[in-house]
């Protein structure tokens, strides 16, 4: 389905108004943009006119509920509402076998032991130590982990304006986004702490949009490295925040 066959789908639904269709029409190649960002990092069972379908319902919705007198541009916050409804639609067909959840949480409590007993950063070879399994078996459970995308910062989901942008799409009342915000500081402080070279993997994978192949050509290493390191800076991060993703 395109996604202007897509969008007529869901005004069907019930439109969002002369002003409100405008901007759909005006911002549908955001959609597929956006889409195929996010396949480059996905499997191949992901479809991308699925995606498509599902960020123009985010986009519909977007342009229902946009307010110019907050500040953001539409482009902005239409961009976190159709990146929010794809990954609610990866979300619904998780993929990844239930050992392979079990792996991560490990990882992440290997990771936090690792860094509570050395005081420092824990190294890729001392958490693959505590599992008990060889660096390359490590790394192959990032690679599985991250192709499935059991964690991602992603899932926050971000922004244009830096990693911690944005996680703001379904808030209530003011409690809720009390809590967004002590979030997204907790989340901005635990990026800080990371190892300089994980930061920037992060910075030009999620805030420049560079694949891991370009993010390789920047540092000069090779893709398989690139993705070590981002699997290795969200398998830390998961461990710094575990306290807010069980809650």
Known sequence: MSELAAYKATARQGGAGADGAALVQQHAALVKRIAYHLMSRLPSSVQVDDLIQAGMIGLLEAARNYDASLGASFETYAGIRIR??????????DWAPRSLHRRVREMARAVAEVERE???DARDAEVAGKLGVSLDEYYATLADATSHRLFSLEELPLGEDGLAEGISGNIQGPEDEVQTENFQRALAKAITGLPERERLVLSLYYNDDLNLREAGEVLGVSESRVCQIHGQALVRLRARMVEWLEH
């Open 118 to 120: 050395m005081g420092r």
């Open 84 to 93: 929010g409804a794809m990954l609610d639609e990866i979300r619904k067909g």
